[in-house]
């Protein structure tokens, strides 16, 4: 269903709050595909999500699950003294830097009780033999060549270059970022399983460009984050809207890569954030929902690609439709280019 849409864009994964029921439907009613995001929620939240959505709409849609690692090693304490100063700051108190699976058995059992059609991971290339056994449709996270070998399981690989915003889906805790075209091309070479572009991808130009290389789809999250049907914070909402800031990757609010406006906690703590996640994604949880709550930019994480700037405030249909116009428009620019070339002396 990935390779048919009527439009090939697919509204990513977005944890956190942005990615709601009603920001799902509205993308599949217009002929898009979209994905729940699932972490970060109990078993029961993701399933009361998928029932949400399913009111909304009888078109099928995808669910995203976060890929547990492994516990860390490393001394926690001098980055909780350190944050510990901001909590003060805001009033409250820093949260335990715990490690956990994030339901994921749980979640699991959930996207195949309700038969949820297709199912992405990010974080890893978990075994999916049960849900292919229940004829759900995979798609892996990879963000290297290597990733991409090691999920050949799996029925199709969204394949995230360096410009995307939010957290790097790799699957150890590093930061690589290719481009996304020469890493389309890379990973092109390594399968011929079905491709789908994500990263940076703002405007239908960009995903008649991604299709051009070879993808069937181009995924996309920034240019959606804009939408009244996405769940994003006021505060996140204004500074994608001033489009002043730069966007840099940083392990300051949760332990692992991910790319964010750049702000005053992601400058002054980004330094010195270990490789420990989801560890420091529960130590810094109550900050960013204090400062969030308080409409504080500085102590948020304002996730976002680096095209953010570009990013409409449409309603998702009216969104899905421009960027098909867009691409359509972007098809007949490379049509004229052809058409030019066949008449051209040979």
Known sequence: ??????????????????????????????????????????????????????????????????????????????????????????????????????????KLDVVLDAAVPVVSFTFGAPDVARLKAAGVYTVATVTTPAEARAARDFDALCVQG???GAHRGSFANEIHLYDLLPLLSL??????????????????????????????????????????????????????????????????????????????????????APAAYPEIHHLTRPVRA?????????AMALWAGQGYPLARELPVAELVEVLAGELDEAVRKLESVRARRGRSPR
Request: aromatic share 6%; glycine share 12%; charged share 20%.
């Open 162 to 164: 360096g410009a995307a």
């Open 1 to 106: 269903m990935i390779a048919d849409l009527a439009v090939p864009v697919i509204v990513a994964p977005m944890a956190g709050g942005p990615s709601t029921p009603e920001l799902v439907a509205g993308a599949v009613e217009a002929g898009a595909f979209a994905f729940l995001a699932a972490g970060y929620l109990t078993a029961d939240a993701l399933r009361g999500q998928i029932e949400a959505t399913r009111a909304r709409t009888d078109k099928p849609f995808g669910v995203n699950l976060f890929v547990p690692g492994t516990e860390s090693t490393a001394d926690l304490a001098p980055y909780r003294d350190l944050v510990a100063g901001e909590a003060a700051r805001l009033g409250i108190e820093p949260g335990a830097p715990t490690w956990d699976d994030d339901h994921f058995a749980a």
């Open 187 to 272: 990973v092109a070479a390594e399968t011929d399983q079905p491709l789908i572009a994500t990263g940076g991808l703002m405007h239908g130009a960009d995903v008649a460009a991604v299709l051009a290389a070879g993808a069937v789809a181009a995924q996309l999250g920034t240019a959606f984050l804009r939408c009244p049907e996405a769940g994003t914070q006021p505060a996140h909402r204004a500074a994608l809207a001033a489009g002043e800031r730069d966007t840099v990757v940083t392990r300051a609010f949760s332990g692992r890569p991910a790319r964010g406006m750049a702000n005053r906690f992601i400058e002054e703590y980004g330094p010195h």
């Open 290 to 298: 204090a400062a969030a709550k308080a409409g504080d930019p500085e």
